[in-house]
């Protein structure tokens, strides 16, 4: 449950930018929406992975992706033409590495990040309309454990009608430790049947305020990171 501001979340809203804990199921407070998502499964011992927002993509809208990357050193990331890093956060071997970029009218729909070595990899990628033509990203946290309660820190927002999104992966290399999932969330991404689980959730926030630690109540055995994203929102009519 979030304090003060922040509310359930299967894409649900506040009433009005600075309303109380009522709930509707339309987006009243005019946040970031969440057009589509796509992933890529892992891939062991690759130089690059790709991403593919599709083809129904529009000039003006944003994709945010989420590279994991496994084991070894840590390797040169090369990102595409026009991706900034939103944040990155690694333990010795598991490393979740953020971007966003404002799509361009003629721009293709796969972009592609290369490792100058090869790694075990895999991602993710969210399209978004309605957010803010500069600077989309409001605030981040980020945290990363060997084990113990996967967690993605609370954040303080600066603006209001904030999507928070959080990024989750673990090195756990057997399928089926699905973690209980943080309340009041919805999972836009969520790879637990799989080696190398990774999960990404969404919830929103109708004023400036802090968020709750979002918090993974099964513990995982082995390394993970989480980190957690405010988009702000653009100058759309609710």
Known sequence: MFKRSLMAASIVFLIGCNSGPSQTAENTVGGPNVVSTAQTRLTNGTTSISLDWGKNAQAGQLAVADV????????????????????????????????????????????????????????????????????????????????????????????????????????FHLPGLAPQLPADTKALINQEAAPNEFWILSTYQSQNAATEDQVSTVAQLFNWTAAQVAIKKGTATP
């Open 68 to 171: 994991v990357s496994y084991g070894g050193p840590k390797v040169t990331i090369t990102a595409p033409a026009g991706w900034q890093l939103i944040r990155e956060d690694s333990t010795p071997t598991t490393r979740q590495s953020l971007y966003w970029h404002a799509i361009q009218a003629n721009d293709p729909s796969t972009a592609t990040w290369t490792f100058n070595e090869p790694v075990d990899a895999q991602g993710a990628l969210i399209l978004l309309d309605n957010v803010a033509a500069a600077s989309p990203a409001d605030m981040t946290s980020g945290n990363a454990g060997n084990g113990g309660t996967l967690t993605a820190k609370s954040i303080v927002t600066t603006s209001d009608g904030d999507l928070i999104l959080s990024f989750n992966a673990t090195d």
